[in-house]
């Protein structure tokens, strides 16, 4: 199975901050990622599709990069909405696996 | 209006089985590919299985954690999804969400809580 690892794991920043998430496969899946959303209470929601593919009606912040084994997810200018839980997702091959996830909180 | 509402969770003991489903609409339910996805509580989303529309044999593909204890079905006729739970292990404790996923979206159902406890 491929391992997703997400990095940080948690993580504090302001409104405003320019913030990065990373995802590491274990092997290479192409451009085969995606990357979710989740708040408290809430259902997932994708972000970004195909590594970097923004989803329709996600704010032009977010934006994701990377192909092969390093991803990462960028929201270039904080908003209070934004703190959540990020999870990426590997679809390149069977089992789907997600990361453990990165939650963003206030600082 | 794409919607999936999930029924049938609830508590079981360990080693009992239950039954999950999926109620679709606002979209032909026959086209598309389905998975579940779980969530212990206060913990991350893991990839439950898929299985594949008519056109592609209705097969199936699982995770390795239930793989040969879980069975996910569907029912076209009736715009339905199942996830079939046998064996269960207080493990399995999670939300269970149905999901699909399109190019241009994806939808997700409230998710249904199962319990495995004695």
């Known amino acids: 199975d491929i391992q997703m690892t997400q990095s940080p794991s948690a993580m504090s920043a ?3 901050d320019r913030v990065t998430i990373t995802c590491r496969a274990s092997q290479g899946i192409s451009n085969y990622l995606a990357w979710f959303q989740q708040k408290p209470g809430k259902v997932p929601k994708r972000l970004i599709y195909a590594a970097s593919s923004l989803q329709s009606g996600v704010p032009s912040r977010f934006s994701g990069s990377g192909s092969g084994t390093e991803f990462t997810l960028t929201i270039s200018s904080l908003q209070p909405e934004d703190f959540a839980t990020y999870y990426c997702l590997q679809h390149n091959s069977y089992p789907r696996t997600f990361g453990q996830g990165t939650k963003l909180e206030i600082k | 209006e794409v919607q999936l509402v999930e029924s049938g969770g609830g508590l079981v003991q360990p080693g009992g089985s239950l039954r999950l489903s999926c109620a679709a609409s606002g979209f032909t339910f026959s086209d598309h590919y389905m998975d579940w996805v779980r969530q212990a509580p206060g913990k991350g989303l893991e990839w439950v299985g898929r299985t594949r529309n008519k056109a592609n044999s209705y097969t199936t593909e699982y995770a390795a954690s239930v793989k040969g204890r879980f069975t996910i079905s569907r029912d076209d006729s009736k715009n339905s999804l199942y996830l079939q739970m046998n064996s269960l292990k207080t493990e399995d404790t999670a939300v269970y969400y149905c999901w699909m ?18």
Do not use: E
């Open chain 2, 101 to 118: 996923a399109t190019p241009t979206g994806d939808y997700w159902g409230q998710g249904t809580l199962v319990t495995v406890s004695s």
């Open chain 1, 14 to 16: 302001s409104v405003g």
